[in-house]
């Protein structure tokens, strides 16, 4: 039967491998293991098993689960990577330590404004809509250069870099392209000055095609908890 301390170690070998094909250091890509759905103990075996940072997408269900695993909150980075309403912020700027889904100035004004001043930054990412879905949350890519050099001057906040959820794609050539647009939009916003280090693209579907592209960040759901109800 499969366990989370198995399926982690799976996708640990998956993530050496691709940066094997891609020639990059194996540190350089983060397990970023999303657990939502999934209990509190499901995110004890996780940390048992090594890993550090956790993934998770609705708000209130995230804030139960850090009360309840507060012995932990030392040892876990947690990241929100699910849509955010304004009037959720000053939670998540009190309780999270990085959020991925950032779509607009204004909620990032408020992540920077509701951190309080005893906290390290608040880490940011931009989320793109990068396949150019009408249904998709995400700022268009070319909205993304005026908002993260916004971003970027905000004081409660540090602005770490980009984020996408591409639509699901067959072959390894057409998962890879939209994670390669990603990536390029990451290196020309560089190019402009901006001091950007991540990249949380790949999930349990698609993370050797994002890893070739540059990934930093993959956001592992299913392949370590199991499928979501
Ligand atoms: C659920 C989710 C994931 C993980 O997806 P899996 O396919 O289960 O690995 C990653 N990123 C985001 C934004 C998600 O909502």
Not at 66 to 94: C, F, M, Y
Not at 123 to 139: H, R
Not at 175 to 197: I, K, N, T, V
Not at 206 to 223: C, F, K, N, Q, Y
Request: proline share 5%.
């Amino acid at each position: 039967m499969a366990t989370i301390l198995g399926n982690i170690q799976q996708v640990r070998a998956r993530i050496a491998r691709a940066c094997d094909v891609a020639q990059r250091p194996v540190q350089s890509v983060t397990l970023l293991c999303v657990s939502k759905t999934f209990g509190p103990d499901a995110v004890r075996e996780a940390h048992a098993a090594g890993e550090r940072c956790f993934g998770e997408n609705y708000v209130q269900e995230a804030l139960d689960k850090i009360a309840a695993l507060a012995d932990l909150r030392g040892a876990i980075e947690w990241h929100l990577i699910g849509p955010l309403q304004s009037n959720k912020t000053r939670a998540v700027a009190e309780q999270f330590d990085w959020v991925h889904s950032v779509d607009r100035l204004k909620i990032a004004q408020r992540l920077s404004e509701q951190r309080p001043a005893n906290l390290p930054p608040l880490q940011l990412c931009l989320q793109v809509n990068i396949s150019g879905e009408a249904s998709k949350s995400g700022l268009a890519p070319a909205e993304v250069a005026d908002v993260a050099q916004a971003v970027a001057a905000l004081p409660g906040v540090r602005l770490r870099g980009l984020m996408a959820i591409p639509e699901p794609a067959g072959d390894l050539a057409a998962q890879r392209a939209p994670h390669r647009a990603l990536r390029e939009l990451f290196e020309s916003l560089r190019a402009q000055g901006l001091e950007l280090d991540t990249l949380s693209m790949g999930m349990s579907a698609d993370l050797e095609a994002a890893i070739l592209e540059g990934s930093t960040m993959v956001r592992v759901g299913s392949a370590i908890f199991g499928a979501r109800a």
